[in-house]
């Protein structure tokens, strides 16, 4: 009796689990575009005393598909979510154009920082965005290195660094 319930139990398990989805994108992906947008996305916090006082969140946008790597071969591009505790209320001052918070590349200052809406067409393809982050596109020189270390800086509360591989 007790051989039989084990190797009832035994079945069933090895059923359900050889049945079972390996791949969460499967069930969860958008589509192939959300589902690299994700794949290339890192997020970083600079914390004070437990407390968020910035968060960024990155999407490498050069090695997302054919069409991006055309698109985005004059340099390195970032579609980039910031949120800034205590922020300023206008755009010219707040976000990455706050005089106390710096984003850099491998060391390297940005060479343009665009701000988006919510409406623009890359905002609505890419993954986390809410309407608490100001959003950018931000694009540096090109580098030859394979390690892509994007750092972003607060004057008073410190640093986080996202690091992103350029290789397939």
Same mark, same amino acid.
């Given at each position: 009796?007790?051989?039989?319930? @084990?190797?009832?139990?035994?079945?069933?398990?090895?059923?359900?689990?050889?049945? /079972?989805?390996?791949? /969460?994108?499967?069930?969860?992906?958008?589509?192939? @575009?959300?589902?690299?947008?994700?794949?290339?996305?890192?997020?970083?916090? #600079?914390?004070?005393?437990?407390?968020?006082? /910035?968060? #960024?969140?990155?999407?490498?946008?050069? %090695?997302?598909?054919?069409?991006?790597?055309?698109?985005?071969?004059?340099?390195?591009?970032?579609?980039?979510?910031?949120? #800034?505790?205590?922020?300023?209320?206008?755009?010219?001052? /707040?976000? @990455?154009?706050? $005089? =106390?918070?710096?984003?850099? @590349?491998?060391?390297?200052? $940005? +060479?343009? #920082?665009?701000?988006? *809406?919510?409406?623009?067409?890359?905002? =609505? *393809?890419? $993954?986390? +965005?809410?309407?608490?982050?100001?959003?950018?596109?931000?694009?540096?020189?090109?580098?030859? *290195?394979?390690?892509?270390?994007?750092?972003? %800086?607060?004057?008073?509360?410190?640093?986080?660094?996202?690091?992103?591989?350029?290789?397939?």
């Amino acid at each position: 009796m007790k051989f039989k319930l @084990l190797i009832s139990v035994f079945l069933i398990i090895s059923i359900f689990s050889g049945c /079972a989805d390996k791949s /969460a994108f499967r069930v969860f992906s958008k589509d192939k @575009l959300y589902e690299e947008a994700i794949s290339n996305t890192k997020k970083g916090e #600079i914390l004070s005393s437990l407390e968020n006082k /910035a968060i #960024i969140i990155a999407t490498y946008l050069n %090695k997302m598909n054919k069409n991006y790597e055309k698109k985005y071969a004059d340099g390195e591009y970032f579609f980039v979510r910031v949120f #800034i505790d205590n922020d300023f209320d206008e755009s010219s001052r /707040a976000g @990455l154009f706050n $005089p =106390k918070y710096h984003i850099y @590349l491998n060391e390297n200052e $940005p +060479v343009e #920082i665009k701000e988006l *809406s919510m409406e623009d067409e890359l905002a =609505k *393809s890419m $993954p986390l +965005v809410k309407k608490w982050y100001r959003i950018y596109l931000v694009k540096f020189s090109k580098t030859e *290195s394979q390690t892509l270390k994007l750092i972003f %800086k607060s004057d008073d509360y410190g640093q986080i660094r996202l690091i992103f591989e350029k290789g397939e």
